[in-house]
C-alpha cells in the first residue's frame, strides 16, 4: 500500500528565509505526487503537482518542489517565504488508479517568525 | 465562482443521534469524495463516487453512508453519531478521475460528537 511521510510535524522559519519541507512516499510505481496547502478554517488548495517529465514543478505563490526517484522523496521549496504562507502543508500521492483519491501524510505546520 | 459547498460549517450532536452532511458542487464534476481529518492524522478518505449513481468505500468508511443520485450532490449520513466521528470533514470534486485532474475542496464541516 501506498504511504506518504512528512517528517516535520512543525517547522518555524523566519520571514524572508528559505524553506523547505519535507515528504517521503513508498510506492512502487511511478507516483503522481501533490503538495496541498490549508489556511487555518479553510479547505485545501492545491499548489502543484507531479506526473512526469522535469523533475522540478513550479507551483502557485513561488513554490516549487523536485521529484527525486532515488529518494522517494517530492519536497515542497520556497526561497522567501512571507507571513502569509503560515498554515498547514500536505502531501499526497495518488497510486495511479484515481478513483481511490489521495493519500495524505500527516501535514507540517509551518509557523513564519516576524 | 461557487466550487465546492459544504453545510453546515460547524455541527453538535449528541451521541446517538443522526444527521446529514450536505455537499454540493457547480462544476460538473464526475469524481466526489469525502475525507476526515484528525489532528496529526492528515486526511483520510470515506467515501468517493465516481458519478451518479455510483458509490464506494475509502479508507474509513464505517459508520458513514453516501448516495450520489445527482452529479452536484454527495451527502454523507452519520446513522448514530459517535464521539470517534469528531473531526473536520471535508467534500473534494475533480472532473473526473483522471490523474491530471485537480480536486477542488470545500472549507470543511465541523463536528462535535459529545
Known amino acids: 500500500a501506498q504511504s506518504v511521510t512528512q517528517p516535520d510535524i512543525h517547522i518555524t522559519v523566519s520571514e524572508g528565509a528559505s524553506l523547505e519541507l519535507r515528504c517521503n512516499y513508498s510506492y512502487g510505481a511511478t507516483p503522481y505526487l501533490f503538495w496541498y496547502v490549508q489556511s487555518p478554517g479553510q479547505g485545501l488548495q492545491l499548489l502543484l503537482k507531479?506526473?512526469?517529465?522535469?523533475?522540478l514543478v513550479q507551483g502557485i505563490k513561488g513554490f516549487e518542489a523536485e521529484f527525486k526517484r532515488s529518494q522517494s522523496s517530492f519536497n515542497l521549496r520556497k526561497p522567501s517565504v512571507h507571513w502569509s504562507d503560515a498554515a498547514e502543508y500536505f502531501c499526497?500521492?495518488?497510486?495511479?488508479?484515481?478513483?481511490?483519491?489521495?493519500?495524505f501524510g500527516k501535514g507540517t505546520h509551518l509557523i513564519i517568525q516576524p | 465562482n461557487a466550487g465546492v459547498t459544504q453545510t453546515p460549517k460547524f455541527q453538535v450532536l449528541k451521541t446517538g443521534q443522526s444527521m446529514t452532511l450536505q455537499c454540493a458542487q457547480d462544476m460538473n464534476h464526475e469524481y466526489m469524495s469525502w475525507y476526515r481529518q484528525d489532528p496529526g492524522m492528515g486526511l483520510r478518505l470515506i467515501h468517493y463516487?465516481?458519478?451518479?449513481?455510483?458509490?464506494d468505500q475509502g479508507e474509513v468508511p464505517n459508520g458513514y453512508n453516501v448516495s450520489r443520485s445527482t452529479t452536484e450532490d454527495f451527502p454523507l449520513r452519520l446513522l448514530s453519531a459517535a464521539p470517534s466521528q469528531t473531526s473536520v470533514y471535508f467534500c473534494?470534486?475533480?472532473?473526473?478521475?483522471?490523474?491530471?485532474?485537480?480536486?477542488?475542496f470545500g472549507q470543511g464541516t465541523r463536528l462535535t460528537v459529545v
Open positions: 499526497a500521492v495518488d497510486s495511479g488508479g484515481g478513483a481511490d483519491g489521495l493519500t
Open positions: 507531479y506526473f512526469s517529465g522535469d523533475t
Open positions: 473534494a470534486s475533480s472532473r473526473d478521475t483522471a490523474l491530471n485532474t485537480e480536486a477542488f
Open positions: 463516487s465516481v458519478g451518479a449513481g455510483i458509490t
